[in-house]
């Protein structure tokens, strides 16, 4: 199993859209309430060949900083921000299983940023286990901070973050901010077929591989589950 990082930040005070109990996510293993940001454009990035070539799709790119950082993003339903690629709404989205289908979001745009996000209370500190699939890699905020971070890979080896978040007393906010391309993009961009980029590109990814309008996915579970394995 990948080394696992852990994530230690404080609960802020935030104004939350809808927050849902982490026992409830604990207990049926994924997030139900999102909110997702529109797509936006990042003028001048070509994600889909950085990502083809193994690079860091968001090097440079900072989805938030017209917003005033990510510190200082709090999502609620239909709040419009500024990006990079114009003023984006965030939206909200139900979820019934770990895969978040955000096509309705994402609409038909080739390639861009998506953001997702979610607010989860816990009287008490408690530890969490997440694992998240995403098409290119994704950046991770917890309360603000950076939790996790892109890495630069070869695509099939890219995608799946595993690490541990430890939850502190009160209400707590995870944005997601996760690139993505069209598959015919990263075909072009790679230099091959779009079977063979399907296969390429989702090979470790089977929460989101075979699900048409999916964002990302998001398994969510205490980390006793690590022993039990």
């Not at 009160?170 to 077929?193: C, D, K, Q, Y």
Request: net charge neutral; proline share 7%.
């Amino acid at each position: 199993m990948k080394a696992l990082a852990l994530i230690l930040l404080a609960a802020a005070p935030l104004a939350a859209f809808s927050q849902e109990r982490l026992d409830a996510v604990l207990d049926r293993g994924h997030v139900v309430q999102w909110l997702v940001l529109e797509p936006a454009a990042i003028p001048g990035v070509d994600l889909a060949g950085r990502a083809a070539q193994g690079r860091d799709p968001l090097q440079g790119v900072d989805l938030f900083g017209a917003a005033g950082g990510a510190a200082a993003v709090r999502p609620g339903a239909n709040q419009t921000i500024n990006t990079p690629g114009g003023r984006r709404k965030w939206l909200p989205v139900a979820a019934t299983t770990p895969t978040l289908y955000a096509g309705a979001v994402l609409g038909d745009a080739p390639e861009g940023v998506m953001a997702a996000a979610f607010y989860v209370q816990t009287a008490s500190r408690r530890d969490a286990y997440l694992e998240l699939q995403s098409p290119l890699g994704a950046r991770v905020y917890v309360n603000g901070a950076l939790g996790r971070s892109l890495q630069p890979a070869p695509l099939h080896l890219t995608g799946v973050d595993r690490f541990i978040v430890s939850f502190g007393a009160g209400t707590n906010l995870v944005v997601i901010e996760a690139p993505f391309a069209a598959l015919s993009r990263l075909a072009a961009a790679a230099g091959v077929g779009q079977e063979e980029a399907r296969d390429w590109v989702f090979a470790n990814r089977p929460l989101i591989a075979a699900a048409e309008g999916a964002g990302l996915a998001l398994r969510v579970r205490p980390v006793e589950w690590l022993g039990e394995t």
